[in-house]
């Protein structure tokens, strides 16, 4: 099976299947299509985000990273899901709004992140495509600011999130509009909890994440990754430049925290990949984490499968209010 | 209302600038020191700009929790640490991104330095990475305007992040 579609069964399938296809993970070296089968996708997970969205590929399919999946990756909320989610929640508020007169939309997304999901594969080693980096350098692709909100009435601000100013604390009660009561939290909560209902975030939808970051830590520590990247470093040394790890090589551009793609930042960026590909940092990186990550999951197996289940009925609601 | 007073050399970076900030102080506070190098200008700052509208911010806090000092970021972020540009042909305005407003942590940088962020925009998500330039494991912090739903960094993140998308 492709990963993209062993992914997409993952996710389709939720949890359940996940425990069958462990030892289909264990022993892929990143690059190696799994053989584990999937059962059909059926359910929620597959709700993607509109078409007319571009958004980060599932699997990288260029550079150093390509065809690489790591296994906390099935737990994790990715770009389509979150885009449904948002999309989904996005046609409840506009309903909700248009109940006390206001024709409110929510603005288009902005450019997409360049990873699918928490993992960041794209760019979890730093820069892994050589032709990203020499177009590009340490820069995006699209770094087109956001699109920004119209400009909003009090009141309409009041009716879509309950106050004029959120409070991370407490769900504000808004006065009635016009004689009509206005939900708690306004429309956008309202919005929410039909998407994600109460209790919302019942399950730590961090864990993967957290999970993930963790497997980073150890894995650099390891006596294989720590070779790799001496051997990355001397390459960069034999290039002029002097730095110890990936993460640190944007720093060699020209000012401290100004950040250019031209000149330098090319040359650092293309500099940068090639001692990557030349000392394969990537590969033996991602093959340390992978088998790290194995063990994360089957130590915290329920815990997991308990986000996937709470991200999957999200997306399921999602799926529901589009169609 | 912006505050220009310091030029001075790279080489003499306060690590911490601006611990007695009060609330709803200038967005832009300038160093206040003198040195011999005039070619830098260096600016504290606790947003990155267009903040006013707070519906469309991500809040970094410096303790758990959505507690301590503050700073607010729109849109995307490469570095946290903070951006030059020119003030004009002959000076570099160096911005550096700290905690303000009051609280613990006020004037100490931004940049791996946060504990926990509050999604203020009603719909736009962010993601927050682990190093500059949007690289490394990440975080998402997501939208529309989680009410309620204030959100810790993980373990990890808490003293790594460095930079975001939003998106």
Excluded at chain 2, 42 to 49: F, K, L
Excluded at chain 2, 129 to 135: M, R
Aim: glycine residues 8%.
């Amino acid at each position: 099976m492709h990963k993209i579609a062993l992914r997409q069964a993952l996710a389709a399938t939720g949890a359940g299947c996940l425990l069958v296809m462990l030892s289909a993970c264990a022993d892929h070296s990143g690059v190696q299509p799994s053989t584990a089968s999937a059962p059909p996708s059926s359910s929620a997970g597959t709700t993607t985000a509109s078409p007319s969205e571009p958004g980060p590929d599932p699997v990288p399919k260029t550079g150093l990273t390509k065809g690489m999946v790591l296994p906390l990756e099935a737990y994790m909320e990715n770009y389509s899901e979150r885009r449904a989610i948002s999309n989904a929640e996005g046609k409840l508020e506009i309903a909700c709004m248009a109940r006390y007169g206001f024709s409110w939309a929510p603005p288009s997304a902005g450019s997409p992140p360049p990873g699918y999901d928490d993992a960041n594969m794209a760019r979890r080693y730093g820069l892994s495509d050589p032709d990203m980096a020499a177009k590009y350098g340490y820069k995006l692709p699209d770094e087109t600011p956001p699109p920004s909100q119209q400009p909003m009435s009090d009141a309409e601000i009041i009716v879509l999130t309950g106050s004029l100013r959120p409070s991370p604390h407490t769900v504000p009660t808004p006065p009635p509009y016009h004689g009509k009561a206005v939900p708690p939290g306004g429309c956008a909560e309202e919005s929410i909890r039909k998407i994600e209902p109460a209790p919302r975030r019942s399950a730590d939808l961090t864990l993967p994440s957290r999970l993930d970051a963790e497997s980073l830590d150890r894995s650099k520590a390891t006596p294989v990754v720590q070779a790799a990247l001496k051997a990355w470093s001397a390459c960069m040394a034999s290039k002029g430049y002097t730095v110890a790890t990936p993460f640190d090589a944007m720093d060699l551009q020209s000012s401290p925290s100004g950040r250019s793609a031209g000149g330098q930042g090319i040359s650092v960026a293309v500099a940068d990949v090639s001692c990557k590909e030349k000392t394969g940092l990537i590969k033996t990186w991602f093959t340390a984490e992978s088998s790290i990550q194995q063990q994360q999951i089957e130590q915290n197996q329920l815990a997991l499968q308990a986000v996937r289940e709470q991200l999957d009925a999200s997306v399921k609601a999602a799926a529901a209010t589009a169609n | 209302m912006m505050l220009r007073a310091g030029r001075r050399s790279r080489a003499a970076k306060p690590a911490v600038w601006g611990t007695a900030l009060a609330a709803g102080a200038a967005l832009v506070i300038s160093a206040p020191q003198a040195f011999a190098n005039t070619d830098t200008v260096t600016r504290y700052v606790y947003d990155n700009g267009n903040t006013n509208n707070y519906i469309d911010a991500l809040q970094l806090f410096y303790n758990s929790d959505t507690g301590g000092a503050t700073a607010m970021f729109t849109g995307d972020v490469n570095d946290y640490a903070g951006y030059d540009d020119h003030c004009d042909d002959n000076t570099v305005c160096e911005h550096i991104y700290v905690f303000s407003s009051s609280g613990s942590g006020a004037g100490q940088r931004v940049k791996n330095n946060a504990a926990s962020a509050y999604n203020n925009s009603i719909y736009h998500d962010f993601t927050v990475y682990y190093y500059s330039g949007w690289t490394g494991p990440s975080q998402t912090i997501p939208g529309p305007y989680h009410v309620g739903n204030p959100l810790n960094f993980n373990s990890t993140l808490k003293n790594e992040n460095a930079s975001q998308k939003a998106f």
